[in-house]
């Protein structure tokens, strides 16, 4: 049985393995004064090319994005998200529950348009309403899309024309900025959220993400509400020597380049074999189309999450390619649907 239902499947790298038991018995400081995290944070600020964010490291997406989104709002604050948002989807409640209504519209593949936050923005127009404060993306989004240069710098526009804050998760950065349709830089997409984060644990880190903030007015206090939200890490070098190996050479962006390599090579041989996709991505999630009955029998040797359902006979399954994902095991798959169209083409069965 080959996992292709996440990017953790695996534990970490191997030179983050490496790194961490070589400084098993060094002494260091705890909460992010350790050395590790601070050369960590020299160098995610070199990449960023700005030297006036403020960085934390922080372990897991959920808990970074409940951190940040209930430390930069105020209670009668809420947060505009797609309809597919992470925070929505898949964080039981969790900023619900720090008391901040998550407000979702239709995404367009996954991605929220500035007349879209717009019109949240007419229905909510008085103290009568909860204030929409914050606008929540993804890039990557839920669906494998990316954000170009110019819808960043839209959304950014009328965020600042109407005093919201633009956060990104950035659980799947590396796969979005490592993308064959990426337009930006990690320091040409930094210039415009006010918060974000770099996703370690979905690119070769144990655990880890690293939360960007630009913004003068969300750095305030930001370590005091860390700790009381229970993220604040004694061991904090155990995150700090994970960003030193990703980010002190070409790590990072290589592992999410063969992450995305794999997806595109998984995509491509679907597609020859007249597989069709619910979006067409760019980075290491993909969407086919298939058969009910294919899809409970290539279940028989992968792991995968069924999406959706998209008809009477078929469903979109959720295939994600991972720093480790083996290519021989890409190969199997491409090779195994290939054999069921063919069992069905000749039994004159409809494949797609």
Not at 7 to 24: C, G, R, T
Not at 127 to 149: A, F
């Amino acid at each position: 049985m080959y996992s292709f239902k996440n990017d953790y499947s695996e534990v970490a790298h191997p030179a983050i393995l490496k790194a961490m038991a070589e400084s098993n018995y060094e002494q260091e400081e705890g909460y992010g004064y350790d050395s590790y995290t601070q050369e960590a944070i020299r160098l995610l600020k070199e990449q960023i090319q700005n030297p006036a964010v403020d960085i934390h490291l922080l372990t897991g997406g959920t808990q970074t994005n409940l951190t940040a989104i209930s430390a930069f709002l105020k209670p009668h604050h809420a947060v505009i998200a797609p309809h597919t948002g992470h925070i929505y989807v898949n964080e039981a409640g969790a900023i619900e529950a720090t008391g901040h209504k998550v407000i979702t519209v239709p995404g367009e593949d996954g991605k929220l348009k500035p007349n879209q936050v717009e019109a949240v923005l007419a229905k909510h127009p008085d103290e009568h309403t909860v204030m929409p404060k914050l606008v929540y993306i993804s890039n990557p989004t839920e669906l494998g899309t990316i954000y170009t240069k110019k819808e960043l710098q839209a959304l950014k526009t009328v965020c600042e024309q109407n005093q919201l804050y633009l956060y990104v998760d950035g659980a799947r950065l590396g796969s979005a900025l490592m993308s064959s349709n990426n337009d930006m830089t990690l320091a040409e997409f930094a210039v415009y959220p006010d918060a974000f984060y770099i996703g370690g644990t979905k690119n070769g880190a144990m655990m880890g993400e690293a939360l960007v903030i630009q913004r003068e007015e969300l750095k305030e206090d930001f370590r005091y509400l860390m700790k009381q939200k229970g993220a604040m890490l004694a061991k904090s070098r155990i995150l700090g020597i994970q960003f030193l190996e990703l980010f002190k050479g070409h790590l990072y962006w290589d592992l999410a380049d063969h992450a995305n390599h794999m997806a595109m090579k998984l995509q491509e041989g679907l597609k020859r074999n007249g597989i069709s996709f619910l979006a067409e991505t760019s980075t290491n999630q993909l969407f086919p189309i298939l058969p009910d009955s294919v899809i409970l029998e290539l279940k028989e040797n992968y792991s995968f999450y069924v999406w959706e359902q998209v008809d009477e006979e078929s469903s979109a399954i959720r295939l994600i390619t991972s720093w480790a994902t083996r290519e021989l095991m890409v190969d199997a798959f491409i090779e195994d649907v290939k054999c069921l169209r063919k069992n069905r083409k000749n039994k004159n069965i409809a494949f797609a």
